[in-house]
């Protein structure tokens, strides 16, 4: 790194504490996406090679002689293989910013189309001041009225004004966000389960509470969100969880299932494999560039901020990929001078091809990131342009679409904010930081960070990677995961069954871990356990269903499930939707509203309706510990006032140990999502060997769980958490 970075003065304030860094979160968005050496959270580095690149991501360009000039002022010494950590590069950016707008820590204080709302962060008494950029409420609110007017349940709430606090009103009975997560992931709520008519306060939250657990099964990351703030209407928090759900809804059709002509973009040397490993913003600039090269520019994509700000690369991209017959033309390249005039200009060409979404002709010439590159999914989605390959072109496609399973484990984990983000579960997982993350949920201070290789160089990178999953499985053989025959290179190689088999431990031991906060009984419910709860549960409501197993066939039709949860929770479930008859469309049809129900009072489900109708066993077993965890949690019917409590009940903080008898384990110190029981999903189809192996796994695992004494934790006076003693 810098050693003699001339900037570290001006980042002095006060006492001493570090200023706030100037770099947006849009910004660390974009140089994440930029460059592969750079973490989400800050972490990384950036070559002084690269850093007339960098500088044009946070959109101040400078031509070469200044950037090499800056260089020999500032870094000299260090070497033409130098890099800068992002708290220099940070540095710089507010050290040039200053001097290219003297006024510019004013001028942040007036932006225009942005709001600066004040509150106070969960994890200290400061003032934590939030900003909400209008552009983004604008730009959700047009595509919600696009997508979701004609929608008979909706008629009262849209469409949305695009300015006031209409959008921020109108989500506090769930309704919109329910249909904004069926939009983006199709299917995935029973609507039939969603409170729809003369809506009360507690009618209301039951809605709010079934949104955000939808959320999380499909891999939205909720972070200290509840019921209330959506309720309330936080902006910040509201917007937050609008994108993410946009975000999966355009991104879930780019991949080569959806469009086999994505094998257009492998360059020499590739196979459909590295094409995998690819985030859906790399996909995407590649598409661009791609549709570039056809139309002979010169020009490329490398962000979706300072290089999409003259509108040029859209103007060509829209012909490229316009049939003949939408009358696409060049014209906006005619305007010099005025980006604004040249971006709206473009957005009339976009129009053509009905594609006119998220993007003002402001928003694109200011380069906001989040917009953008909305922009251009929306482009791919429409008009991907992309020929299908013959037979003769590529290879065997067999493996390449993601099984049940294994998108319901990529979820878990998105939900739980693992960094970097998973989009393909075996690439994502071979260097064993997202595995080392999990742990630390499961039971914070069982990794040893110092052991953990979290950057890799070109020369032994590869080493580095099989040394952390080598780790990472012995870190699972301390928690007695059953993991004979696996090794680390095996997790680094992406082996399917052996991966799987160790991430379904993951799984079900954070699920019996959250169980037992719940039962605050300190030790890991087993299998048999849980059964003889839901009997009990079933028996004392008075109903007769009965759980054998969670390979008990009789399970299939969901029956069980929905009188275990009308137990739980009296009167939620409606018996004239549930089907008698027992053909495979009547099971499925109760599954779905079985986990529904299920996550509509509260309960953090993930499997999937085919799970129970199936009768995965690993799945059930989550199911069911869910609904037991679920139980040992006040009624939403049965509290006071609405707002008194949230409504997504929160299992006990994280800080709480996973360990043995005596142990005391210190928390970590970063601060988690509030942990919840998260199945795992099925197998799909053509993995039957997989399966095999890994229902063997499942049986080692049924027998009796190592006992697990946990230390739940209580409020202070202060509403600090503080250890509460065993004795």
Same mark, same amino acid.
């Given at each position: 790194?810098?050693?003699?970075?001339?900037?570290?003065?001006?980042?002095?304030?006060?006492?001493?504490? !570090?200023?706030?860094?100037?770099?947006?979160?849009?910004?660390? +968005?974009?140089?994440?996406?930029?460059?592969?050496?750079?973490?989400?959270?800050?972490?990384?580095?950036?070559?002084?090679?690269?850093?007339?690149?960098?500088?044009?991501?946070?959109?101040?360009?400078?031509?070469?002689?200044?950037?090499?000039?800056?260089?020999?002022?500032?870094?000299?010494?260090?070497?033409?293989?130098? #890099?800068?950590?992002?708290?220099?590069?940070?540095?710089?950016?507010?050290?040039?910013?200053?001097?290219?707008?003297?006024?510019?820590?004013?001028?942040?204080?007036? %932006?225009?189309?942005?709001?600066?709302?004040?509150?106070?962060?969960?994890?200290?008494?400061?003032?934590?001041?939030?900003?909400?950029?209008?552009?983004?409420?604008?730009?959700?609110?047009?595509? =919600?009225?696009?997508?979701?007017?004609?929608?008979?349940?909706?008629?009262?709430?849209?469409?949305?004004?695009?300015?006031?606090?209409?959008?921020?009103?109108?989500?506090?009975?769930?309704?919109?966000?329910?249909?904004?997560?069926?939009?983006?992931?199709?299917?995935?709520?029973?609507?039939?389960?969603?409170?729809?008519?003369?809506?009360?306060?507690?009618?209301?939250?039951?809605?709010?509470?079934?949104?955000?657990?939808?959320?999380?099964?499909?891999?939205?990351?909720?972070?200290?969100?509840? #019921?209330? $703030?959506?309720?309330?209407?936080?902006?910040?928090? %509201?917007?937050?969880?609008?994108?993410?759900?946009?975000?999966?809804?355009?991104?879930?059709?780019?991949?080569?299932?959806? %469009?086999?002509?994505?094998?257009?973009?492998?360059?020499?040397?590739?196979?459909?494999?590295?094409?995998?490993?690819?985030?859906?913003?790399?996909?995407?600039?590649?598409?661009?560039?791609?549709?570039?090269?056809?139309?002979?520019?010169?020009?490329?994509?490398?962000?979706?901020?300072?290089?999409?700000? +003259?509108?040029?690369?859209?103007?060509?991209?829209?012909?490229?990929?316009?049939?003949?017959?939408?009358?696409?033309?060049?014209?906006?390249?005619?305007?010099?001078?005025?980006?604004?005039?040249?971006?709206?200009?473009?957005?009339?060409?976009?129009?053509?091809?009905?594609?006119?979404?998220?993007?003002?002709?402001?928003?694109?010439?200011?380069?906001?990131?989040?917009?953008?590159?909305?922009?251009?999914?929306?482009?791919?989605?429409?008009?991907?342009?992309?020929?299908?390959?013959?037979?003769?072109?590529?290879?065997?496609?067999?493996?390449?679409?993601?099984?049940?399973?294994?998108?319901?484990?990529?979820?878990?984990?998105?939900?739980?904010?693992?960094?970097?983000?998973?989009?393909?579960?075996?690439?994502?997982?071979?260097?064993?930081?997202?595995?080392?993350?999990?742990?630390?949920?499961?039971?914070?201070?069982?990794?040893?960070?110092?052991?953990?290789? !979290?950057?890799?160089?070109?020369?032994?990178?590869?080493?580095?990677?099989?040394?952390?999953?080598?780790?990472?499985?012995?870190?699972?053989?301390?928690?007695?995961?059953?993991?004979?025959?696996?090794?680390?290179?095996?997790?680094?190689?992406?082996?399917?069954?052996?991966?799987?088999?160790?991430?379904?431990?993951?799984?079900?031991?954070?699920?019996?871990?959250?169980?037992?906060?719940?039962?605050?009984?300190?030790?890991?419910?087993?299998?048999?356990?849980?059964?003889?709860?839901?009997?009990?549960?079933?028996?004392?409501?008075?109903?007769?269903?009965?759980?054998?197993?969670?390979?008990?066939?009789?399970?299939?039709?969901?029956?069980? =499930?929905?009188?275990? =949860?009308?137990?739980?929770?009296?009167?939620?479930? $409606?018996?004239?939707?549930?089907?008698?008859?027992?053909?495979?469309?009547?099971?499925?049809?109760?599954?779905?509203?079985?986990?529904?129900?299920?996550?509509?009072?509260?309960?953090?489900?993930?499997?999937?309706?085919?799970?129970?109708?199936?009768?995965?066993?690993?799945?059930?077993?989550?199911?069911?510990?869910?609904?037991?965890?679920?139980?040992?949690?006040?009624?939403?019917?049965?509290?006071?006032?609405?707002?008194?409590?949230?409504?997504?009940?929160?299992?006990?903080?994280?800080?709480?140990?996973?360990?043995?008898?005596?142990?005391?384990?210190?928390?970590?110190?970063? !601060?988690?999502?509030?942990?919840?029981? =998260?199945?795992?999903?099925?197998?799909?189809?053509?993995?039957?060997?997989?399966?095999?192996?890994?229902?063997?796994?499942?049986?080692?695992?049924?027998?009796?769980?190592?006992?697990?004494?946990?230390?739940?934790?209580?409020?202070?006076?202060?509403?600090?958490?503080?250890?509460?003693?065993?004795?």
């Amino acid at each position: 790194m810098a050693t003699q970075g001339a900037y570290d003065q001006n980042m002095q304030n006060g006492a001493g504490g !570090r200023r706030p860094s100037m770099l947006t979160q849009d910004q660390m +968005d974009e140089l994440k996406t930029t460059f592969d050496s750079i973490d989400s959270n800050g972490d990384g580095a950036i070559q002084l090679s690269e850093l007339q690149k960098a500088l044009e991501v946070v959109g101040i360009k400078l031509p070469q002689y200044q950037v090499r000039d800056l260089i020999t002022k500032h870094y000299r010494g260090i070497g033409p293989n130098g #890099a800068l950590s992002i708290t220099e590069f940070d540095d710089l950016y507010n050290s040039l910013k200053s001097q290219f707008e003297p006024k510019y820590k004013e001028k942040v204080k007036h %932006v225009e189309n942005v709001q600066q709302i004040h509150g106070m962060s969960n994890a200290s008494n400061y003032d934590v001041l939030h900003t909400v950029r209008n552009e983004e409420q604008v730009a959700f609110s047009d595509w =919600i009225n696009s997508n979701l007017t004609e929608d008979k349940d909706l008629r009262k709430l849209l469409p949305l004004q695009r300015s006031g606090d209409d959008l921020y009103s109108k989500v506090d009975d769930g309704l919109i966000i329910c249909k904004l997560i069926n939009l983006a992931v199709p299917d995935t709520i029973d609507e039939r389960a969603i409170n729809k008519k003369q809506l009360n306060a507690y009618t209301k939250r039951e809605n709010l509470t079934l949104a955000l657990n939808s959320a999380r099964a499909i891999g939205v990351n909720i972070v200290n969100i509840d #019921a209330d $703030d959506l309720a309330k209407g936080k902006q910040h928090l %509201v917007l937050g969880l609008l994108w993410q759900i946009i975000r999966i809804g355009l991104f879930s059709q780019i991949d080569l299932v959806h %469009v086999p002509g994505l094998v257009r973009l492998l360059r020499d040397g590739e196979t459909l494999a590295d094409l995998q490993k690819l985030s859906p913003e790399q996909i995407l600039i590649r598409w661009v560039n791609y549709h570039l090269e056809q139309a002979g520019v010169d020009r490329r994509l490398h962000n979706f901020t300072s290089d999409v700000m +003259d509108s040029e690369i859209y103007t060509y991209l829209l012909k490229q990929i316009g049939p003949v017959e939408r009358g696409v033309t060049l014209e906006p390249l005619t305007i010099s001078g005025d980006n604004v005039r040249r971006a709206e200009s473009m957005l009339k060409e976009a129009d053509k091809l009905s594609c006119r979404a998220f993007v003002t002709s402001n928003d694109v010439a200011n380069g906001v990131y989040k917009l953008n590159l909305a922009f251009v999914a929306n482009l791919f989605n429409t008009w991907p342009g992309l020929k299908p390959p013959g037979e003769d072109e590529v290879g065997d496609l067999v493996g390449i679409e993601e099984t049940r399973e294994e998108r319901t484990y990529r979820n878990w984990m998105n939900s739980m904010g693992v960094d970097p983000y998973v989009n393909w579960l075996y690439a994502d997982l071979s260097n064993g930081v997202i595995i080392f993350q999990l742990y630390d949920i499961i039971k914070p201070g069982h990794v040893d960070w110092k052991k953990v290789v !979290r950057k890799f160089k070109k020369l032994g990178g590869m080493m580095d990677q099989i040394q952390n999953c080598n780790y990472a499985v012995e870190l699972g053989k301390k928690l007695r995961f059953s993991l004979v025959g696996i090794q680390g290179k095996d997790i680094y190689d992406g082996n399917r069954t052996l991966t799987l088999a160790l991430v379904w431990q993951l799984m079900r031991a954070y699920t019996l871990t959250v169980l037992a906060h719940c039962t605050k009984s300190g030790d890991l419910a087993t299998d048999k356990e849980i059964i003889d709860w839901a009997n009990k549960k079933l028996r004392s409501a008075g109903k007769q269903s009965v759980v054998s197993s969670f390979q008990d066939t009789k399970l299939s039709d969901a029956r069980t =499930i929905i009188d275990l =949860i009308d137990s739980i929770q009296p009167k939620v479930i $409606d018996y004239s939707l549930v089907r008698e008859g027992g053909t495979q469309e009547d099971k499925l049809a109760n599954a779905k509203y079985a986990v529904t129900v299920a996550r509509k009072i509260g309960a953090k489900v993930y499997a999937l309706p085919e799970d129970i109708v199936e009768v995965k066993p690993k799945m059930l077993l989550t199911v069911f510990a869910c609904l037991m965890a679920r139980d040992y949690q006040p009624n939403m019917r049965e509290q006071s006032p609405p707002h008194a409590q949230p409504s997504v009940m929160a299992a006990p903080s994280p800080t709480t140990p996973f360990g043995n008898g005596n142990q005391q384990q210190k928390a970590s110190p970063v !601060r988690q999502e509030t942990p919840s029981p =998260i199945p795992a999903g099925p197998n799909g189809n053509g993995h039957h060997q997989i399966e095999e192996q890994q229902e063997a796994v499942y049986h080692q695992q049924s027998s009796p769980v190592p006992e697990y004494v946990q230390r739940p934790t209580h409020n202070n006076d202060d509403g600090e958490e503080e250890e509460k003693d065993w004795d």
